[in-house]
């Protein structure tokens, strides 16, 4: 998606993994690219378009299958442009610094 | 690939990205690094090489098997210096904001 | 993990690139996130922490899989908090600009 897409009030991006703590997902991270392309063959760069600064944004999500598209069925409606892929994963660990 | 790796006198993450829309590639995405090192094992660190800024570029590229094929036999020749990966993804959606 | 995570009295994504680097992985990316949550549940944002900057760090490596299964044995005891996945990806291309 785009770095200046928004979704009641808040950058979509911000919205979606507030949505994923919400909803138990184990983890999200959001990246954020230099440049790029995708839905609308829009070309994102940062050194064109540094003061609306729209540049490419990746969240990554990380659960099982079952809740993996669960979530993505709710977010379905939300993502007016952009792409979702999704991949096996095999969980290495997952460790609280905190004690249980 | 390093970020201040060059082809035809732009960045090469750059030509890489315009080379995809022009073959009609359905997304790109770069991302730049912190730090990190590849196939000559050079070091490249943000806080060191700041002056040079020559970080590690990632360049993520989807579509079918067959087009993401075609396209690295094209950059081949191009990337002097890097780490090609290939892996399996289910599209989940991919959407234009605009009106079909 | 998160950005402010150390060992060894040095940030833990250096630590641990350096750790590849010394037992001979193929190659390491570190790519800082805007905003991110984990293991413990925490929100990590880069507006609201912008002074702490506990932003999260995913460090991507490649290498083939007996590498990466002993070198995540390796970390597996200085990571305090932090989620790690193991995927399967095909090498295209792993070169040096050097001559050989």
Same mark, same amino acid.
């Given at each position: 998606?785009?770095?200046?897409?928004?979704?009641?009030?808040? +950058? !979509?991006?911000?919205?979606? /993994?507030?949505?994923?703590?919400e909803?138990?997902l184990?983890?999200?991270? /959001? !990246?954020?690219?230099?440049?790029?392309?995708?839905?609308?063959?829009? !070309?994102?760069?940062?050194?064109? !378009?540094?003061?609306?600064?729209?540049? +490419?944004? @990746?969240?990554?999500? &990380? $659960?099982?299958?079952?809740?993996?598209?669960?979530?993505?069925?709710l977010?379905?409606? @939300? &993502?007016?442009?952009?792409?979702?892929? @999704?991949?096996? @994963?095999?969980?290495?660990?997952?460790?609280?610094?905190k +004690? $249980?």
């Open positions: 998606m785009g770095e200046n897409d928004r979704h009641q009030g808040r +950058p !979509l991006y911000e919205w979606i /993994v507030r949505a994923a703590r909803n138990g184990a983890g999200a991270t /959001v !990246l954020r690219g230099l440049e790029g392309y995708g839905a609308a063959s829009r !070309l994102h760069t940062a050194k064109i !378009l540094r003061l609306s600064s729209d540049l +490419p944004i @990746v969240v990554e999500i &990380v $659960d099982s299958e079952e809740k993996i598209e669960s979530f993505l069925a977010i379905d409606g @939300v &993502v007016g442009e952009g792409l979702a892929t @999704v991949e096996r @994963v095999e969980i290495h660990f997952y460790r609280s610094g +004690p $249980d």
